[in-house]
Each structure stands twice: as structure tokens, then as C-alpha cells.
């Protein structure tokens, strides 16, 4: 009798935890000039319930993680890139070998002194400041109701609804972008 507990309980336990998929993943280094520091400094996370492992990077960026359940398996950065606070989320099948490539900027992406012009199109007409924090709009009107600038001028109705700005949020961070172009929709 007590044989047949221990069978039957090695086979619940075989049957819940199939722990057959792999994981091969890159990270796609967005700023190149760190690649040495970055090969020899980062480490991949995973959660996968209640366990957490963690693999250095390789000289090619390259990771993997092999047994891992069926199941849905977080993965982290460390150190943490640019824009930070991010994560992935990944499902894996019974024998699932997934191949995963994460985009990684060791040092913000983003400087206050680039100036406003756009680095895809090498211009600055379509280009928005972005606002951070509570916004809203200003509309002036003088007393016929015609619009008009701040300073007071009669501006064209196309002006007065122009958009000006973008909204970045309210949440404020030491690395965000301040320009956005609205001709390659990209945030710089
Ligand atoms: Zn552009």
C-alpha cells in the first residue's frame, strides 16, 4: 500500500511539472560603444512562479534558460537599461523553445541638449515639445469672440486648434525623452 502512495505521488508530481521549454534570448545593445562593459556586467532575470534564475550575458549578448515549465515567465534586466521600469512578459508551450531579442540602452537614450531636431528626418518642422506633468491647454479669445495668441493677436481658427505639444504623462523620471516627431512618430 505504502508503495502505491509514492508511485502515485511521483506521478502527479512528473505530469504537473513539465519543465521542458527553453528560452534563447539576445540583448540588442542600443548604444554600442558600451558593449564590452555591458557583456561583462549584465544579467537576465527570470521568474518563472516561485523560482528565480539568473544568467550572465555572453561576449555575444546572447542568454538562455533551459527546464522551464509551461507556464508564464517574467523577465527582468539587471542593471536596469533605459527607459526604465521594464519587464517582459513571456508564455511558453509544452517544448517550447522560444528565441526572445530584448532592446537595451545601458545610458539614456535621451539628452536635454540635442535640441529639437528630429534624428530620422534630420528636421525640426514637425517636431513637438513633450510635456510632462498635468497639462492643458490655454485658448485666449478677445471680446468678439475671435481667437488670439497670448499676445493679445487674432490667429486663424487652423492655429487656434493646432496642436502644440505632446503629453509625456505625469510621471517624471531622470531619463525621458523631450522632443517628438509627429512626421516618424518617434519621442527623442
Ligand atoms: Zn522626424
Keep these: 500500500m505504502k508503495k502505491c502512495k509514492i508511485l502515485y505521488f511521483l506521478f502527479i508530481s512528473l505530469s504537473c511539472l513539465s519543465q521542458t521549454g527553453k528560452l534563447n534570448g539576445k540583448l540588442i545593445l542600443k548604444d554600442p560603444e558600451n558593449y564590452k562593459k555591458v557583456s561583462e556586467n549584465t544579467f537576465i532575470i527570470l521568474k518563472d512562479g516561485k523560482r528565480i534564475d539568473s544568467v550572465k550575458v555572453d561576449d555575444k549578448l546572447a542568454f538562455n534558460f533551459e527546464k522551464l515549465s509551461t507556464d508564464t515567465l517574467k523577465i527582468f534586466v539587471s542593471p536596469e537599461g533605459f527607459p526604465v521600469n521594464r519587464y517582459y512578459i513571456i508564455s511558453l508551450k509544452e517544448n517550447e523553445i522560444k528565441n526572445f531579442e530584448i532592446p537595451y540602452s545601458s545610458v ?81
Excluded at 126 to 149: A, C, E, H, S
Design 108 to 188: 539614456c537614450p535621451f539628452s536635454k541638449n540635442t535640441g529639437n531636431i528630429c534624428p530620422v528626418c534630420k528636421k525640426n518642422d514637425k517636431v513637438l515639445p513633450i510635456v510632462y506633468g498635468f497639462t492643458m491647454k490655454i485658448k485666449y479669445r478677445d471680446k468678439n469672440g475671435n481667437p488670439i495668441n497670448k499676445y493679445g493677436k487674432v490667429i486663424s481658427k487652423e492655429e487656434d486648434e493646432k496642436i502644440t505639444s505632446k503629453s509625456g504623462g505625469c510621471v517624471v523620471s531622470d531619463c525621458q525623452p523631450n522632443w517628438f516627431c509627429e512626421l516618424d512618430q518617434i519621442d527623442f
